[in-house]
Each structure stands twice: as C-alpha cells, then as structure tokens.
C-alpha cells in the first residue's frame, strides 16, 4: 500500500450509510450479493447480478491491510479494483468476458481521467445530450440500417426496432463524439450499454431470457432517455467519488494462464470464483458483447466461452477429460456417473476442480509472504448428490501449495428441491 493511501485505511466507509438512504450498512455478512451494490456510486453502473457486494469487498481489503498489489482473478464488474484503487492500493484482474473487462477498466480508470478532467467530461457529455436532443438523432434513427443487428441475431426479435435503432444510433454518437478521450468515450459507451438489456424484450435474474408477458406490465421503453438518465448518475458519481486512485491492471483474460509480471507481488488475492453449475457468463451478456462491438456474431461466443473455466454445462467440452483429477472430486463424480441421466454433469464436476487447480496454482506463485487468498463460494446439489465445493476446494488449494486458514459462514442458501445449501468464505495462505 502506498504511504499516502494510508490515512484510507481508518475506520470511515468509501461509502457511508447517508449515501445510501434507507438501507442501512449490515451488520451481519449475511446473503452477500451485488444488490448491496446497486445503489452505491459507480459500482452501480453496469447491473452485474453476479458481482460482489461491494461493502464486503471494503471490510476484507482494509483488514488485510498489507503490502502488494491486490488481484482477481475472477474480476467480473471490478468490484475489488475499484475498492483497492479508492483506496489507494494498485490491482490487478483477470476476466474472460471483454466486455466485463471494458466496465471494470471504464469504472475504475477511464472513471479517474474524467473526475482529474471534470471540465472536460462535463461538456462532452453535455455535446452528447444535446445531440440526442437534435433532429440529427431522429434523422439518424430513420436512416440506421439494421443489418450489423440481423448477422449477428439472425431471425431474433431480442428489441422492438424503434429500440435497437436508437441504441445502434446513441452507440455511434458516443464513439464519435468521445473519439478525442478515449476514457469519455467509454463512459459515453458504458451509459448506452449499461441499459441495453433494460431497453429490449430480456431480462436478466441468473440467466439472460425473454420477458414474460406478466412481467413488467406497463413498461415504456424510453432508450434515449435511459441512456441520458445513466450518463447523468455517471457524472453525479464522478463529482462525489474519492480522487484517491491507484490503476487497476488487467492482467490476462484466462486466470487458468500464469502471468509472469504477478509473480510474488499480490499480498491480497481477493475473488468470487464462478458456482459450479452456476452462470453462463458469456451468453448472458451477448447483448453488450455485440453492441460494444465485441462480437459481430452470436456464433462467436463460443469461441470467446472457451476462455471461461469449465464451470457450466456449456463449457464441457465432449472428450476432452478434466487435465487433473482429485481422490474427493473423483468420489462425487462416480457417484454422479452413476445418477446423471445428462453425462455432462459428472464431467462439468471433473472439469470444474481442475481448472480451480490452475487457478490456485498462479495464485499461490503470485501471493507474499504472509499474503492471502480470500474466495467465496457456495455448495451444490445434482440429482441428489451433494457436492461439498467449500471441502473439495480445500483439498484442491492444498494440492496447489495452499493451506486453508479459515471458514466462514457467509449466507444459508437452498437448491430448488430445497435441500439446505451455504455460501462460504474460505481464506487461504501459502503453506511453505
Ligand atoms: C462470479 S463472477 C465475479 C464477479 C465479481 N466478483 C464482481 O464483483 O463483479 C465470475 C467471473 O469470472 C469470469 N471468468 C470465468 N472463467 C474465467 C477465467 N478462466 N479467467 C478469468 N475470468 C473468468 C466470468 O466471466 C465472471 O465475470
């Protein structure tokens, strides 16, 4: 931690209960989820169902106060890069999706050269509103093709077409009008693509799937405005946050690959590895992924879901057996061979322990001494078979030179045939 961050480290909140009006800060790290972050400034712009809450990831980097870099390696939205860098800690991330890879990188640095060059951002964002108010943007609209839209989701109705003009249009404004900083430019691109699933017939609990009809009756999609009302608590939040700032590093896409630069340097590993089972990471963003020009295709999210550690049915790859195996896993594994009418099941279990086993072994070379590697997850259920993840992680860990120091319980949970589940806080540190 550099010496001038570290009056940061006192007891006051980055964000304290006033700017959170009516919730009150928990007490308890009961059911930890990134609701707890939607309201808070910045870590609520972009929705990430998935991301961390953001209080918690505050509580963990100020009482692991140490020296190094903090790193994810499962870096989703940058909860923890934003955290460490208003607190004046340098990070780094790894993230397999580019287009989370673009919000983390836009909330914390591109966040930073706009709040050192308010001014500036300011009346770029004020050239942007006031072309959406023009006749330029409905001209625009009326002569926006569609065709970029039907390659990628060919035969698809994911937006009514009004919508999907008007995102397309608002997109092309922001890269034009931002084209002389690239950090306002993707804060103008973060604002459009931050409501883009809002805007169309989706929605997004775990899964991105279609709205049913019973669902958000009455609703009028308004995409210009959404997207101005987003650019405006992008500008608010920039006003109100600390300037404190250290970069926060994207370090590789795969965390499975060992990155030479990170080693020995992290004295906090800090992340939210993927549930077994759990989201299709890549597929639930194919909407932003598009738009924000990531992909051109829906075919190509499967290259850019190879990336991903095999944590989905979606990932097993047929033939392609787990590279390492475990005594533990194997146990539960055979048994799920046994019971699971879909065979991938038993594989997603191999797969999954494996590629937490590549995950480890970077960590552990890139932790200090006395550094340590703070992770939550959750168990899981299939077809009646247990599997204890907080255990088979720790025996995993261990095969990786790591030993577990700690278990917490975090939250109770439930599977859908409401057999008790729990989500765990496991801290680790180098066993020589
Ligand atoms: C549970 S989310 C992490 C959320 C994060 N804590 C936050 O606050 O936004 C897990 C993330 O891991 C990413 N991921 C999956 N496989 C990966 C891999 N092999 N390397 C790096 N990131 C990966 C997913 O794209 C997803 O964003």
């Given at each position: 931690?550099?010496?001038?961050?570290?009056?940061?480290?006192?007891?006051?909140?980055?964000?304290?209960?006033?700017?959170?009006?009516?919730?009150?800060?928990?007490?308890?790290?009961?059911?930890?989820?990134?609701?707890?972050?939607?309201?808070?400034?910045?870590?609520?712009?972009y929705?990430?169902?998935?991301?961390?809450?953001?209080?918690?990831?505050?509580?963990?980097?100020?009482?692991?106060?140490?020296?190094?870099i903090?790193?994810?390696?499962f870096?989703?939205?940058g909860?923890?890069?934003?955290?460490?860098?208003?607190?004046?800690?340098?990070?780094?991330?790894?993230e397999?999706?580019?287009?989370?890879?673009?919000?983390?990188?836009?909330?914390?640095?591109?966040?930073?050269?706009?709040?050192?060059?308010?001014?500036?951002?300011?009346r770029?964002?004020?050239?942007?509103?006031?072309?959406?108010?023009?006749?330029?943007?409905?001209?625009?609209?009326r002569?926006?093709?569609?065709?970029?839209?039907?390659?990628?989701?060919?035969?698809?109705?994911?937006?009514?077409?009004?919508?999907?003009?008007?995102?397309?249009?608002?997109r092309?404004?922001?890269?034009?009008?931002?084209?002389?900083?690239?950090?306002?430019?993707?804060?103008?691109?973060?604002?459009?693509?931050?409501?883009?699933?809002a805007?169309?017939?989706?929605?997004?609990?775990?899964?991105?799937?279609?709205?049913r009809?019973d669902?958000?009756?009455?609703r009028v999609?308004?995409?210009?405005?959404?997207?101005?009302?987003?650019?405006?608590?992008?500008?608010?939040?920039?006003r109100?946050?600390?300037?404190?700032?250290?970069?926060?590093?994207?370090?590789?896409?795969?965390?499975?690959?060992?990155?030479?630069?990170?080693?020995?340097?992290?004295?906090?590993?800090?992340?939210?590895?993927?549930?077994?089972?759990?989201?299709?990471?890549?597929?639930n963003?194919?909407?932003?992924l598009?738009?924000t020009?990531?992909?051109?295709?829906?075919?190509e999210?499967?290259?850019?879901?190879?990336?991903?550690?095999?944590?989905?049915?979606?990932?097993v790859?047929?033939?392609r057996?787990?590279?390492?195996?475990?005594?533990?896993?194997?146990?539960?594994?055979i048994?799920?061979?046994?019971?699971?009418?879909?065979?991938?099941?038993p594989?997603?279990v191999?797969?999954?322990?494996?590629?937490?086993l590549?995950?480890?072994?970077?960590?552990?070379?890139?932790?200090?001494p006395?550094?340590?590697?703070?992770?939550?997850?959750?168990?899981?259920q299939?077809?009646g078979i247990?599997?204890?993840?907080?255990?088979l992680?720790?025996?995993v860990?261990?095969?990786?030179?790591?030993?577990?120091?700690?278990?917490?319980?975090?939250?109770?949970?439930?599977?859908?045939?409401?057999?008790?589940?729990?989500?765990?806080?496991?801290?680790?540190?180098?066993a020589?």
């Open positions: 931690m550099p010496a001038d961050a570290a009056n940061l480290f006192d007891n006051s909140s980055l964000f304290p209960d006033e700017t959170l009006p009516g919730k009150p800060r928990a007490n308890s790290n009961l059911g930890l989820t990134f609701r707890d972050s939607k309201r808070l400034p910045v870590h609520g712009w929705p990430y169902v998935e991301g961390f809450s953001a209080r918690y990831i505050e509580d963990l980097v100020r009482a692991h106060n140490s020296d190094g903090v790193y994810d390696p870096g989703g939205s909860t923890v890069n934003l955290i460490s860098s208003l607190m004046g800690v340098p990070s780094a991330f790894s397999a999706n580019p287009f989370m890879r673009f919000v983390a990188e836009t909330k914390v640095n591109a966040r930073h050269i706009a709040r050192l060059r308010f001014a500036e951002f300011e770029c964002a004020s050239a942007f509103r006031t072309w959406a108010y023009s006749p330029d943007f409905h001209r625009s609209v002569e926006q093709s569609l065709s970029d839209y039907f390659t990628a989701f060919e035969g698809r109705d994911f937006f009514a077409e009004k919508d999907i003009r008007e995102l397309q249009v608002l092309d404004a922001a890269r034009v009008i931002g084209s002389d900083n690239a950090a306002f430019r993707d804060l103008l691109l973060l604002a459009v693509a931050s409501v883009t699933v805007c169309s017939h989706m929605t997004r609990r775990a899964d991105l799937r279609r709205r009809v669902e958000y009756k009455g999609v308004d995409v210009r405005g959404a997207v101005i009302e987003k650019l405006a608590s992008i500008e608010r939040d920039i109100v946050t600390p300037a404190h700032y250290a970069p926060a590093l994207f370090a590789s896409a795969d965390c499975r690959q060992s990155v030479e630069q990170l080693r020995g340097e992290a004295g906090l590993i800090l992340t939210s590895p993927p549930y077994l089972n759990g989201t299709s990471y890549i597929r963003t194919k909407l932003e598009w738009l020009g990531f992909i051109r295709s829906e075919r999210l499967s290259q850019l879901n190879k990336t991903c550690m095999v944590c989905g049915i979606s990932n790859v047929k033939g057996p787990a590279e390492h195996r475990f005594g533990a896993v194997e146990a539960v594994a048994e799920l061979d046994r019971v699971s009418p879909d065979l991938r099941i594989e997603l191999r797969g999954y322990f494996s590629d937490m590549s995950m480890f072994r970077n960590c552990a070379s890139y932790l200090r006395g550094g340590r590697l703070v992770l939550d997850i959750g168990d899981s299939f077809y247990h599997v204890p993840t907080d255990i992680l720790g025996e860990a261990s095969a990786a030179g790591l030993r577990l120091i700690e278990e917490r319980l975090l939250a109770r949970r439930h599977s859908r045939d409401k057999t008790p589940l729990k989500q765990v806080e496991l801290t680790f540190a180098n020589h």
